[in-house]
């Protein structure tokens, strides 16, 4: 990958500002949610972020194929399920509104609910935090992350 290329990974000033506005641009470019997902996993929270990409690309897949059906498995067993390895804080109503879904077929939709009720914990909470954070301060006031993560980030988005 040549330098230009990897400018254009790194967010404008603009880009930036928006994540500052709307939770839903930062979820949407792909630096800022790695590195929303890295101040996540600082807080030991980075499970809610990594459920709702799960779900984003789950909604992609095809109705009825057999991989579909084993991810959706995968996806439920793997953090709606109590005990789960990366279980992600959902109410009781909405875990089993979930596992019904799952049990009925797997929709590209089936996560739908689950996805909104983690993506609102995020909004409400982590997000503000990472606002404050000296991660999004540093990027947003120099126009450039000075924290120890850009590498790993710089990584994560060339591989992906």
Known sequence: MDAASTSTLYPTKEEVRQWEQSFESLLNHKYGCLLFRTFLKGEFSDENVDFWL????????????????????????????????????LDSDTRTATKAALESG?????????????EQLMAKDSYRRFLKSKMFLDLLNDGTNTTSSEGTLQAEIVSS
């Open 54 to 89: 799960e779900c984003e690309e789950f909604k992609k897949m095809k109705e009825g194929k057999k991989a579909t059906i084993q991810r959706a498995h995968t996806i439920y067993n793997e953090y709606i399920a109590e005990q789960s390895p990366k279980e992600v804080n």
């Open 106 to 118: 797997a929709k590209p939709n089936m996560f739908t609910l689950a996805q909104g009720r983690i």
